[in-house]
Nanobody, 125 residues
Framework: VQLQASGGGAVQAGGSLRLSCVVS????????MAWFRQAEGKARQFVAG????????DYDVAVKGRFTISRDNAKNTVWLQMNNLKVEDTAVYYC???????????????????WGQGTQVTVSS
């Protein structure tokens, strides 16, 4: 299973970016998917997650109301729409896939079986 993340870049505060993650080689339509981020010198942190049919969605409190996670099982793709970006959103963003059943939370890195390579998001003031 391979995850290919893209869409990162450099924007000014208040701007928007849309990250994409294409999954190949697995059963994407059965996976829970999530986005995490890792700022320099910090641990990887949960950003947003959703289950296989998008009826369970969760966000970290820091991004709720600004970010939207979505997926299209026909395209094996999950997106993260990021609006009203803040300097503190600067990080490398990773997509992750959980092949096992949803356990009640998306928030922990150890739940995920597959990871993308990361895409850099830099927000300047």
């Amino acid at each position: 299973v391979q995850l290919q993340a893209s869409g990162g870049g450099a924007v000014q505060a208040g701007g928007s970016l849309r990250l994409s993650c294409v999954v190949s080689g697995g059963l994407f339509s059965t996976y829970s998917m999530a986005w995490f981020r890792q700022a320099e010198g910090k641990a990887r942190q949960f950003v947003a997650g959703l289950n296989w049919k998008s009826d369970i969605i969760d966000y970290d409190v820091a991004v709720k109301g600004r970010f939207t996670i979505s997926r299209d099982n026909a395209k094996n793709t999950v997106w993260l729409q990021m609006n009203n970006l803040k300097v503190e959103d600067t990080a490398v963003y990773y997509c992750a896939a959980q092949a096992s059943f949803y356990t009640g939370t998306f928030a922990y890195t150890h739940l995920y079986d597959y990871w993308g390579q990361g895409t850099q998001v830099t927000v300047s003031s």
